[in-house]
């Protein structure tokens, strides 16, 4: 047999790492125990939904194409996709209103924790021959009242120039694109990575089946995934994107805002591009 490539990804392969991940993110023991609660909101889903069945007037066939897909989407482990990519962002809404620093947006399904850390300067873990455009990622972690947070850490994780993300799609190596960085003692960090490209979700999994089906289109525009902590402060999980990008204002995922926009310079190394974002956490209450 040969070893797998990207050219062997599919929809079953990023959908079941997704799935599996989740299993074994620890989340799953935040399940939900209060039956007031849990009736509130499984009866408003379910009114939700029959609404919906009698205001269109759902036929047999509609409902048992949707028993079908629903099945399909448990068959091709894509629940963490379609929930992440149709529902996160008003949960991320709710649960971030609050705060005075940074925008966040949401985690998506492809986050893997304890990426290997490094100290800024630092380039993120690449293959020799990594495709794309150079990009200095560079900025300061701060805290609301302005002061640099020295013991920040930003982790970074992204797609490749094909689109794909190491440890969903195969052949790429465990940590690629993937890091844990440390800030300096001004809070500042450097990055040396490459450019992601935009990225489409799997088209032939049961998302892609509804998104063909609908008519709609499957693109996130090229993004950089991001969570920045630091002690005593909310950790801020957050998307940036690049400006000119043709999907940056019909995500599939509605994850964009104008905050999370970054600045694209030429680099100052003459080879490929680099920017400076600046990060603002808010201290825990
Ligand atoms: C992604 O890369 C992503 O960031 C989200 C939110 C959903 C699917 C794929
Ligand atoms: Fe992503």
């Given at each position: 047999m040969t070893a797998e490539t990207t050219a062997d990804a599919t929809?079953?392969?990023?959908?079941?790492?997704?799935?599996?991940?989740?299993?074994?993110?620890?989340?799953?023991?935040?399940v939900a125990a209060d039956v007031a609660r849990v009736n509130l909101l499984a009866s408003k889903l379910i009114k939700a939904a029959n609404d919906i069945v009698l205001e269109e007037r759902v036929t047999y066939d509609e409902f048992n194409a949707l028993k079908a897909w629903l099945i399909k989407v448990g068959d091709d482990g894509e629940w963490p996709l379609f929930l992440d990519v149709w529902l996160e962002h008003s949960v991320e809404e709710v649960a971030t209103d609050h705060r005075e620093g940074n925008k966040g947006s949401i985690e998506g399904p492809y986050y893997v924790p304890e990426a290997p850390t490094q100290q800024s300067p630092?380039?993120?873990s690449?293959?020799?021959?990594?495709?794309?455009?150079k990009l200095l990622f560079q900025g300061q972690v701060r805290s609301t009242d302005g002061s640099p947070l020295k013991d920040a850490k930003v982790e970074l994780w992204h797609a490749d120039e094909e689109g794909f993300y190491s440890q969903f799609a195969p052949g790429i190596p465990e940590w690629n694109l993937r890091g844990s960085f440390l800030v300096d003692s001004e809070g500042n960090f450097q990055i040396n990575t490459?450019?992601?490209?935009?990225?489409?979700?799997?088209?032939?999994?049961?998302?892609?089946?509804?998104?063909?089906?609908?008519?709609?289109?499957a693109w996130r525009p090229a993004h950089l995934h991001l969570k920045v902590s630091a002690p005593g402060h909310e950790l801020l999980t957050a998307q940036l994107y690049f400006p000119g990008d043709v999907?940056?204002?019909?995500?599939?995922?509605?994850?964009?805002?104008?905050?999370?926009?970054?600045?694209?310079?030429?680099?100052?190394?003459?080879?490929?591009?680099?920017?400076?974002?600046?990060?603002?956490?808010?201290?825990?209450?």
């Open positions: 929809a079953a392969k990023s959908g079941n790492a997704a799935t599996d991940k989740f299993r074994s993110s620890g989340k799953t023991a935040a630092a380039t993120i690449m293959r020799e021959d990594e495709k794309g455009t490459m450019q992601p490209a935009p990225y489409q979700i799997p088209t032939d999994g049961a998302c892609g089946q509804l998104i063909a089906a609908a008519g709609w289109h999907h940056n204002d019909d995500d599939i995922a509605t994850a964009v805002k104008p905050e999370l926009m970054l600045d694209i310079q030429p680099a100052g190394s003459g080879n490929g591009v680099q920017t400076t974002y600046d990060f603002v956490l808010d201290p825990v209450k």
